[in-house]
């Protein structure tokens, strides 16, 4: 089965973006730069990579699951399709249809899905977001890791990593790495 993985920066009081979904804020340098790229390439969204890339470049993940905001945020800005190396899946009750044929749209039974998607050869299902979407499908057992950007900055509000309620759960921290900007990457298996 492949694992679902909620792979999201994360501010030191708990928040994944404002409360319209954007991300301004969160600091970005060279090494913090350097070290996704590295090890997490097919997660930049395509105009940040000074190459096209292929489906063969993905290292962990083929597949991306956004909550509208989520999508919203470079929808705004022109990008209907930002990882077109991976099967994209937009979750949304409001919207009508996809704006790209690259995205697929679900507007209903989000578990029914993701659980289906599970059961499908490939790699990872990479989950970016947004805490509602996450709360909906942590709470039906559906995420298997938890992977942190966890930046040096507060927001003091926004939007939580889990929206609604969720179960006490134990994680196993599996991996971690600091890097010289304060960041640090955290890496939990979710134990049940």
């Not at 292929?54 to 990008?79: C, E, S, W």
């Not at 029914?112 to 599970?118: A, M, P, S, T, Y």
């Not at 709360?135 to 939007?159: R, T």
């Not at 006490?168 to 600091?178: G, I, N, P, S, Y």
């Amino acid at each position: 089965m492949r694992p679902l993985v909620y792979y999201i920066a994360l501010t030191l009081d708990g928040y994944i973006a404002h409360e319209d979904g954007s991300f301004e804020g969160f600091p970005w340098d060279d090494a913090f730069a350097a070290e996704i790229f590295a090890s997490f390439p097919e997660t930049l969204p395509a105009p940040f990579h000074p190459e096209p890339r292929t489906r063969a470049d993905n290292q962990h993940f083929d597949a991306v699951l956004m909550g509208r905001k989520t999508y919203d945020v470079g929808l705004q800005g022109g990008l209907t399709s930002p990882y077109p190396t991976l099967d994209q899946y937009v979750f949304s009750r409001s919207m009508t249809e996809s704006p790209d044929p690259q995205v697929t749209l679900v507007r209903d039974n989000a578990v029914d899905v993701v659980r289906d998607l599970k059961q499908q050869p490939g790699k990872a299902i990479w989950l970016c977001g947004g805490g509602a979407l996450a709360g909906q499908l942590f709470e039906a057992g559906l995420i298997d890791q938890l992977i942190i950007k966890l930046n040096p900055v507060l927001f003091g509000s926004g939007i939580p990593l889990f929206s609604g309620g969720i179960p006490l759960t134990a994680l196993q921290l599996t991996q971690h790495k600091a890097i010289a900007s304060g960041h640090v990457i955290l890496y939990y298996d979710v134990q049940r």
